[in-house]
């Protein structure tokens, strides 16, 4: 069974002290390659050292949170990720973040808008992050050409079949072991359009950090609320992962 964790932070100073091994536990669970996000400047640069580290088992997509407004230059993030072109497979995460973020929704739409024409310009998947603005975050995208992964999603059911018949993907985070709004998600989301991830280190299925080997449990979970086998599901999900982010392995 080959599975994918289309999102995690393996940059984090967390997994400093064990990350080779938590690489050999993500492949033992039957990960076959997972996908590490930056956030801005100083994360990004770090998601490339991992990615080169573990290269053709990790990669990088390098993006700039609507939580580092402020605190990060955008504009010096996107010439980054132009730079690095051929080292990333997405633009992201990038979006809008009416929960925790700081700044206006107005500034957040405006930097949100000049990466998703940056992924539009590099052709590459666009991973977006959205808290309490999904809806927002679809109306900006959807006539766009780009294609979308909206990463750790927790909006409503309704959206989620929008968001699909656009082309785009729900991404379901290791949440939906034990969230029952996930979960409610899970039931509903077209499984040609969906990826499942980690978010490692955080949402742990399990006491203590989460890590990228924990998604075999989403992967079980989803299969159980689908009424699919598991391996079914993964064929199908492996098969997703590869299209979006144009990985051949």
């Known amino acids: 069974m080959e599975l994918a964790d289309v999102h995690c932070h393996l940059n984090f100073d967390s997994f400093n002290r064990d990350r080779d091994e938590v690489i050999r536990r993500a492949k033992v669970a039957g990960v076959v390659f997972l ?12 998601s490339l050292r991992v990615s080169d580290n573990y290269e053709g088992f990790v990669f990088s997509t390098l993006g700039f949170s609507p939580n580092r407004i402020g605190k990060s230059d955008p504009r010096y993030v996107a010439n980054q990720i132009e730079e690095n072109r051929d080292r990333i497979i997405g633009v992201g995460e990038v ?5 925790k973020a700081k ?9 949100f808008l000049q990466f998703v ?4 310009e590099l052709e590459l998947p666009l991973i977006i992050h959205a808290r309490k603005a999904e809806e927002r975050a679809f109306d900006l995208i959807k006539s766009r050409d780009v294609t979308a992964v909206f990463h750790c999603y927790t909006g409503s059911t309704s959206l989620v079949g929008r968001i699909t ?9 290791t949440l939906v072991c034990f969230s029952d709004n996930v979960k409610r998600i899970a039931e509903v989301v077209d499984v040609d359009h969906l990826l499942l991830e980690t978010d490692s280190p955080f949402l742990s299925p399990v006491k203590g950090r989460n890590e990228p080997a924990n998604v075999r ?8 609320l689908q009424g699919v086998g598991v391996d079914e599901l993964a064929i ?4 997703n992962a590869r299209e979006v982010f144009d990985v051949d392995i």
């Open 35 to 46: 996908i590490d996000s930056g956030f801005d400047y100083t994360s990004n640069e770090r």
């Open 95 to 99: 979006g809008l973040d009416l929960k």
């Open 103 to 111: 700044t206006s929704y107005e500034q957040q739409k405006e930097i």
């Open 117 to 120: 024409e940056l992924a539009e």
């Open 165 to 173: 018949d656009a082309g785009h993907y729900i991404s379901l985070s």
């Open 217 to 224: 449990m989403a992967y079980e979970t989803v299969a159980s």
């Open 236 to 239: 199908k999900l492996i098969k």
